[in-house]
């Protein structure tokens, strides 16, 4: 983990509510596909905790929701800088893909897949990616993970666009895949797991305290006991979970 001081390069809007910022600063400690930062705010006491959605040189790119007064404020941010602190979580492990593996994405869930897939593209692996959203006017990143080179398929709950329904109607059809990286809110995931045919690895979007694993506040039970999202996860393998009922 490291504190920095990184400047705001740019901030849009990708849809009504969902904004993509790059910032710029040193990014030494992020080294995983699924890894986050820790964003202070000014009159705010917690951060606010973003995926990683890229790293290209030292640009540091993240995409967020407005959902309450922090991601509200990030929102009119056109300038600046932010302290943020960088290198969190786990990250996904890229060694278990084998040949044909799936990403499956869900809303703000869809961000940390895109740094995934560009490596996994780069080792000459053949990606699939499953982008779930509630209506047309929510879908972002599709053409993004497209000019990757991956296969994608975009399913909406209202059929809006792409295939009606959900994520796991898209899975039920696809051909095998060897391996499965997911990330999304906790009742997409629990369906992808019932669904899954493959073992796989699962990215939590708990809400977080102090994001480093000192107060125990996002705990999640597993086969191992518990584990704190912000610090053993936010990545669990599917053989770990245990869900609650």
């Known amino acids: 983990m490291k504190q920095s001081i990184f400047t705001i390069k740019e901030n849009v809007a990708l849809t009504s509510s969902v904004y993509k910022m790059t910032l710029v600063g040193d990014v030494s400690e992020i080294t995983k596909p699924g890894q986050f930062v820790n964003i202070k705010l000014d009159g705010l006491f917690l951060r606010r905790p973003i995926s990683v959605n890229d790293v290209v040189n030292n640009e540091l790119t993240i995409i967020y929701k407005v959902v309450g007064k922090g991601t509200e404020f990030m929102s009119t941010m056109t300038g600046g800088e932010l302290d943020i602190l960088t290198g969190l979580g786990n990250g996904y492990d890229v060694s278990l893909s084998g040949n044909n593996p799936l990403l499956i994405g869900g809303g703000v869930g869809v961000p940390p897949l895109y740094m995934l897939a560009k490596q996994l593209i780069a080792q000459g692996k053949k990606v699939s990616v499953i982008l779930g959203f509630n209506t047309k006017d929510e879908i972002f990143y599709e053409d993004e993970f497209k000019k990757l080179g991956a296969n994608v398929y975009v399913t909406t709950v209202d059929g809006s666009y792409g295939t009606k329904g959900f994520v796991t109607d898209v899975m039920k059809n696809l051909e095998t895949y060897s391996y499965f990286y997911t990330c999304g809110p906790e009742p997409m995931l629990k ?55």
Do not use: H
Not at 193 to 217: D, H, I, L, P
């Open 191 to 245: 369906a992808i797991y019932n669904t899954s045919v493959t073992e796989g690895q699962f990215s939590f979007e708990e809400r977080m305290g102090c994001g480093f694993g000192a107060c125990m506040g996002c705990s999640c039970k597993t086969i191992y006991g518990n584990k704190r999202i912000c610090k053993d996860g936010p990545v669990l393998k599917k053989e770990e979970i245990l869900w609650q009922k």
